[in-house]
C-alpha cells in the first residue's frame, strides 16, 4: 500500500490549464479503472471532482477533466480559476477492498 | 441533505485507546459502504478503513490493520472507529465519509473530521 506518485507543486496562471499526474502500480491504477480526485480546500473537506478516471460528479465544471494511461492517472483543469487554488489529491482502489491516495499536489494559481 | 457528524477525538498517550463515532443523516445509511480517511498534520490524505454495507466485513490499511476495529450499527445510522495501540503516527484529523455506491472507494460525503492527538 504505497501511496501514489504526484508532484508536490504544480502552478498556472487564470486561464491556463494545468495537469496533474498520479503514478501508481499495476496493483492500483493500473488494475483497475477506480480511479477519483479530489479537491482539499485548507480548513475545508475534500470534495470529489472525478471518478471512474473520467465522470464528473454533478456541480463539478467541465474545465476539470480526468484521463489514465496504464500505471499513470490524470488530472487537467482548463481555464484556470483563482479558486482552483489547492491541493489536489488522487486516490485509487488497491484490490481486497482497499485504497490508495496519492501523496497530494498543491495547485497556485499565479 | 447528506450529512456526517464525527465525534469523540482528543488527546490521548501512546499505547492508549479512543473510540471515534460519526453520525449519518440525509441518506440510505444502511445501504452504503462506509470509510474512514485520516490526514496526519502537514500530510496527505490517507485511507485508513473500509465496511461494507451490513457491517458484515472490514477492511484495513497496513498501518492500522490488528490496532483498529471498523463497525457500524444500521439501527441507528452510526459508524465507529474503535483504536487502541495508539502510536503517535496516528496522530490526524479522521474524517468518515461515504461510498459513491457501495464499494467504489470514491468518497462523495465527507465528516469535518475529528482531531486526534497521540502525545504523552
Known amino acids: 500500500q504505497s501511496a501514489l506518485t504526484q508532484p508536490r507543486s504544480v502552478s498556472g496562471s487564470p486561464g491556463q490549464s494545468v495537469t496533474i499526474s498520479c503514478t501508481g502500480t499495476s496493483s492500483d491504477v493500473g488494475g483497475f479503472n477506480y480511479v477519483s480526485w479530489y479537491q482539499h480546500h485548507p480548513g475545508k473537506v475534500p470534495k470529489l471532482m472525478i471518478y471512474?478516471?473520467?465522470k464528473r460528479p454533478s456541480g463539478v465544471p467541465d474545465r476539470f477533466s480526468g484521463s489514465k494511461s496504464g500505471n499513470t492517472a490524470s488530472l487537467t483543469i482548463s481555464g484556470l480559476h483563482t479558486e482552483d487554488e489547492a491541493d489536489y489529491y488522487c486516490c485509487s482502489y488497491a484490490g481486497d477492498y482497499t485504497g490508495v491516495f496519492g501523496g497530494g499536489t498543491k495547485l497556485t494559481v499565479l | 441533505q447528506v450529512k456526517l457528524v464525527e465525534s469523540g477525538g482528543g488527546v490521548v498517550q501512546p499505547g492508549g485507546s479512543l473510540r471515534l463515532s460519526c453520525a449519518a443523516s440525509g441518506f440510505t445509511f444502511r445501504s452504503y459502504g462506509m470509510h474512514w480517511v485520516r490526514q496526519a498534520p502537514g500530510k496527505g490524505l490517507e485511507w485508513v478503513a473500509f465496511?461494507?454495507?451490513?457491517?458484515?466485513?472490514?477492511y484495513y490499511s497496513d498501518s492500522v490493520k490488528g490496532r483498529f476495529t471498523m463497525s457500524r450499527d444500521n439501527s441507528r445510522n452510526t459508524l465507529s472507529l474503535q483504536m487502541s495501540s495508539l502510536r503517535a503516527e496516528d496522530t490526524a484529523v479522521y474524517y468518515c465519509?461515504?461510498?459513491?455506491?457501495?464499494?467504489?472507494?470514491?468518497?462523495?460525503?465527507w465528516g469535518q473530521g475529528m482531531l486526534v492527538t497521540v502525545s504523552s
Open positions: 471512474d478516471v473520467s
Open positions: 465496511i461494507r454495507y451490513d457491517g458484515g466485513n472490514h
Open positions: 465519509a461515504k461510498d459513491l455506491v457501495g464499494a467504489t472507494f470514491y468518497f462523495d460525503f
